[in-house]
């Protein structure tokens, strides 16, 4: 049976133990995680079938809705057995409270009941633990920018705070894309925790004292996630982020895990990323309103 629990009823420890068992789990559904990256999330969780749904939601006009945190690339339904019937069942049984969904699904969804779809995509490239393989599926063009930015190597340090990484990111993809203050304060919170709790690590380049680039990396199970880069104008002078994805893979990254870049649907970050011979995967955005007129029609 399918429940609904509000915030107040989640069992933190059950909850986190439940996503260990689930044949799709991923870090971004942690508790703590949620915790941070949406206060007071709600959820459903069937017990017997060992699959949980957290519902990160929003109240505007005293109207719910749900939305995807900022930072947090899938969510969506997460099963022992995941199949179309769990997610399904589970889409259908989300409270008519909600009156507004934009969320994004895990990649174990490929259809939906309710709503309408929309395909995003994200690049994954398998980390060798051998620093020639791994290179050798690089494009003649990064392996052409690696060779300019190679001076530069030593400029490579992973004493970033995750504060020195938030300002750097306000100043640059911050401000490019307008992000809501509060979402960067969340970010800075979340990647502070995750380097605490040891699941995740930060990797960037400093010239001159100044950080130019850097980049949080989560470190979970079989994933290494490329949570969230920045880099100046500097920092892209000295081609950074072709030289901090490619010490991670060949230096760093753990042989048998999964690099995910955590994007992008943006052609020239997917190029980027299939230039270090990632492959593309596809997840589905989420959409449903069933907002009352006339708030329908302007949405």
């Keep these: 049976m399918i429940e609904h629990l509000e915030h ?27 915790d941070i990256a949406s206060p007071g999330w709600n959820a459903l969780v069937d017990r017997e079938r060992g699959a949980i749904m957290p519902l ?37 049984a989300v409270p008519a409270s909600y009156r507004y969904w934009d969320i994004y699904l895990n990649e174990a969804i490929g ?44 400029l490579i340090t992973g004493a970033i705070s995750a504060r020195e990484f938030t300002a750097l990111f306000t100043a640059t993809t911050g401000a490019r894309y307008g992000i809501p203050d509060r979402d960067l304060q969340m970010m800075e919170l979340l990647i502070d925790k995750a380097i605490l709790r040891g699941e995740a690590c930060m990797l960037g380049m400093r010239d001159g004292g100044q950080v130019v680039a850097a980049a949080c990396i989560v470190e979970a199970e079989d994933r290494a996630i490329f949570l969230k880069s920045a880099a100046n104008e500097r920092g892209h002078e000295l081609h950074a982020m072709f030289l901090l994805v490619d010490h991670y ?29 990632a492959r593309s995967a596809i997840y589905l955005r989420l959409l449903r309103n069933a907002l009352p007129a006339p708030l329908r029609w302007l949405k």
Excluded at 118 to 126: E, F, S
């Design 8 to 34: 107040r009823a989640i069992d933190r420890e059950e909850w986190d133990r439940t996503l260990a068992g689930c044949a799709n789990r991923n870090w971004y559904a942690r508790s703590w995680v949620l």
């Design 56 to 92: 990160t939601w929003r109240s505007r006009w005293g109207i719910r809705y749900l939305h995807q945190p900022f930072g947090l690339q899938q969510l969506g339904v997460f099963a022992r057995d995941p199949d179309h019937g769990v997610s399904d069942a589970f889409l259908r």
């Design 249 to 277: 893979l060949t230096r760093m990254g753990r042989a048998g895990r999964v690099f995910d870049f955590a994007g992008s649907n943006t052609p020239s970050v997917a190029r980027f990323n299939a230039g270090f011979g």
């Design 111 to 154: 259809g939906v009941p309710v709503g309408r779809t929309q395909p995003c995509t994200q690049q994954v490239v398998d980390i060798t633990g051998d620093a020639a393989v791994q290179r050798a599926a690089y494009s003649q063009g990064h392996r052409r920018n690696l060779r300019k930015a190679e001076p530069f190597r030593e």
